[in-house]
């Protein structure tokens, strides 16, 4: 897939090489497209940045399916500046995972041919509108939790788009609370419709942060070379931390009958979550995954004279010039 020049075990300075490049990430300094990095490094990085900018578009869907829909006209153009930033989202991070050597183009063939993942949560259909607000509220403090920790990252590219896109995701976390709070205090119509919303995102909302640490093979390898920063349960926990207490204020009732306060902690401590369906979900058989390839690939060949029109353009341009 990738051309790496760089980093193979097999070169005779491969051991001082890492050794080198390990302590530059103890230091906390940055690596750079162009710095020496191990062939895992890259590949490990391709993966999640390719991943999470996938996830980014995708993530367009669920929530776009309601702009057309929207209860007050401030309300759809909250939405369509949030939908508008996920695209710009999954942009940064597609150029982050470029600086690594892959192309656009082979991102986003894995996406749709079904070979790259995304993030679960978006596998997931949007039945009413209270969907939007607990999206905002719960999907993006998660997402806040998990890139928080990854604007710390070693790879300098990703660390500054996370920086960025975590301010983005700031506003869009506020305006999914305020909506859901607004709801949770208003008829009983639309608490009933926020309590079914929480009910249906919750444990996916948990499964978010990926599996436990215990079976995270990826986790030990991606914390030594500072690319993840915390572990999943840790950034899981945070979460729970921060959003069970103000759900509960806001007289809501999270569907877990296991959940309690650790006093000795202060962590509040979540009942089991069922794995059997988040591991279902990444596998393709979410409740939603075919739809949601089928919409990125219609929106790819929809798209698709806008991209020659580029092209021609650009080549137009070069060809002018050179005269
Ligand atoms: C934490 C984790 C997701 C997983 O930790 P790792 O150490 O990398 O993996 P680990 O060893 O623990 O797992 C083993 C296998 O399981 C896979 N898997 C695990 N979890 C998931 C999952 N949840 N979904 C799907 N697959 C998952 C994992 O890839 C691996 O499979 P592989 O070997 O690749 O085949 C990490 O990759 C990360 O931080 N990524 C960047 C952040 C990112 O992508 N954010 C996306 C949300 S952005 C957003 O929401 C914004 C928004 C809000 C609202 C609306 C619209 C947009």
């Not at 995304?118 to 949007?126: D, E, Q, V």
């Not at 998990?146 to 710390?152: D, I, R």
């Not at 219609?298 to 137009?316: C, I, N, P, Q, T």
Request: with cysteine.
């Amino acid at each position: 897939m990738v051309k790496l020049k760089l980093g193979y075990p097999e070169d005779p300075d491969y051991g001082e090489r890492l050794e080198e490049f390990e302590a530059r990430i103890a230091r906390g300094e940055k690596i750079e497209p162009g710095d020496w990095m191990p062939a895992e490094y890259r590949r490990q990085l391709i993966r999640m940045i390719s991943q999470h900018a996938h996830s980014e578009w995708v993530g367009m869907l669920p929530e776009g399916a309601w702009i057309t829909r929207a209860p007050s006209l401030r309300r759809k153009l909250i939405l369509l500046a949030k939908v508008q930033d996920e695209a710009g989202h999954g942009q940064y991070l597609y150029h982050a995972a470029e600086t690594l050597g892959i192309t656009r183009e082979e991102m986003v063939e894995a996406l749709l041919s079904g070979k790259a993942k995304y993030s679960n949560i978006f596998n997931y259909p949007t039945l009413t509108w209270a969907d939007v607000g607990i999206i905002g509220w719960l999907v993006d403090g998660m997402a806040i939790k998990n890139q928080t920790m990854l604007a710390q990252c070693s790879y300098g590219p990703y660390s500054r788009a996370m920086v960025r896109i975590c301010a983005e995701e700031t506003f869009h976390h506020k305006q999914g609370k305020e909506a859901v709070l607004l709801y949770a205090k208003g008829s009983k119509k639309q608490r009933q419709m926020v309590q079914d919303a929480l009910n249906r995102w919750w444990w996916p909302t948990l499964m978010m942060a990926g599996p436990h640490d215990t079976d995270s093979p990826h986790t030990p390898l991606l914390l030594r070379w500072g690319i993840k920063t915390k572990t999943n349960d840790q950034v899981r926990q945070e979460f729970l931390n921060e959003h069970v207490p103000e759900l509960l204020d806001a007289g809501l009732t999270i569907p877990d009958p296991d959940l309690r306060y650790d006093e000795k902690t202060g962590n509040w401590i979540h009942g089991p979550i069922p794995w059997e369906e988040f591991w279902k979900v990444i596998g393709g058989e979410g409740p939603m995954n075919r739809h949601r390839l089928a919409a990125r690939r219609k929106a790819h060949e929809e798209g698709r004279w806008v991209r020659e029109a580029l092209e021609a353009y650009g080549k137009r341009h070069l060809a002018q010039a050179a005269d």
